[in-house]
């Protein structure tokens, strides 16, 4: 029996059903070619653009490790605070507070089928969230979901989607769960003391609950859904159209941030470590960090997006041909999609 004192929880208890909140709420050297001037505007500071983004407590994102290594020169990147996810990223992006959003697939896809002028820019991440629920449960399949209680981190995010796409492939109603809304790293205290029968946290502080013991994993995203990209940067279509030199370097700078984490793994944990404490969280998180997934070279694949949509058509949530992969996403300026051109 755990101890610790209950804290209390804001806990908002909602069907899964939720979904129609959405849009409410490398180190491989390359030859330099002489850098382009970015665009000078009105509110361009000496230092570069600015280009300000929210972040998920507990989470290290591409962005984040191209900033501390350098690899965004002329970009100012600024953290403008923190949020529960996609949905509330969108938002921030579509109203001009922020420039740049992370995000996974199924809000971006909801939010352009509903007419938000964003373009999804670069593929940012893997599969990286396990269901996880204790050693003595009794949920032991998907079957033993029904009626629980799953903590997520956001509504309207690939937690509850992926959550939808893994009852139904097991015959399952997708409205038979309720989800717990809560910041990732709240999961661990919450699953201990009962007050959520599922965790389904990301990475690394999924990793940490597994760690600690106790626990059981009950199945991942890759189970669900199979090696298909999850997570993406987008930005709004007037800001890419105004700043694309802007856009370019900072796909180039996500890109190689993600392959020179691929390829530098203990560094890598140092580097969360350092990122995580100056943010004032938890550093200890880093020994648990495993990448942000074999995404290579962070080009977008049809596939990752034509997963999600047909989902949405088949749910009824968007109209059959609503929607092209083309429509959501672009690899224009990601340097390596050219060169497999």
Do not use: C
Not at 47 to 55: A, D, E, P
Not at 71 to 97: D, H, W, Y
Not at 152 to 179: C, F, M, P, W
């Amino acid at each position: 029996m755990n101890n610790k004192p209950k804290i209390f929880l804001a806990i908002i208890i909602i069907a899964i059903v939720a979904s129609t909140y959405l849009f409410l709420a490398m180190e491989t050297k390359t030859q330099e070619a002489p850098t382009p001037a970015l665009k000078n505007t009105e509110n361009t500071p000496k230092n570069g653009i600015t280009i300000r983004s929210l972040t998920i407590p507990g989470s290290v994102e591409p962005v984040d490790f191209a900033k501390e290594l350098g690899f965004l020169k002329g970009l100012n990147i600024t953290r403008a605070g923190s949020t529960t996810g996609g949905p509330e990223k969108i938002m921030a992006v579509s109203a001009g507070n922020i420039e740049l959003g992370s995000s996974a697939w199924i809000p971006v896809i909801n939010a352009k089928s509903r007419g938000a002028e964003i373009k999804a820019i670069v593929a940012s991440g893997g599969n990286n969230t396990k269901w996880i629920v204790l050693e003595n449960s009794s949920i032991r399949s998907a079957k033993d979901l029904v009626g629980k209680k799953i903590a997520v981190n956001v509504l309207g995010g690939s937690v509850e989607y992926i959550t939808r796409a893994h009852l139904v492939q097991n015959g399952i109603s997708k409205d038979a769960v309720q989800l717990v809304v809560l910041p990732p790293p709240q999961h661990e205290q919450a699953l201990r003391q009962g007050l959520v029968d599922v965790a389904a946290p990301f990475d690394p502080v999924g990793e940490k609950i597994v760690a600690n013991g106790g626990v059981r994993v009950l199945f991942t995203d890759t189970d669900a859904t199979g090696d298909v990209s999850q997570g993406l940067y987008f930005v709004s279509e007037k800001f890419l159209k105004e700043n694309p030199e802007a856009v370019k370097r900072l796909v180039e700078g996500i890109t190689k941030a993600m392959d020179w984490d691929l390829d530098h793994p203990q560094e890598a944990k140092e580097l969360v470590a350092k990122i995580l404490k100056d943010r004032g969280e938890n550093p200890d998180l880093a020994k648990y960090w495993k990448g942000f997934g074999e995404i290579k070279h962070g080009i977008v694949m049809d596939s990752d997006v034509e997963f999600w949509i047909e989902w949405l058509e088949k749910d009824g949530k968007i109209k059959e041909g609503q929607l092209e992969p083309s429509d959501v996403y672009s690899n224009e300026f990601n340097p390596y999609y050219k060169e497999m051109r």
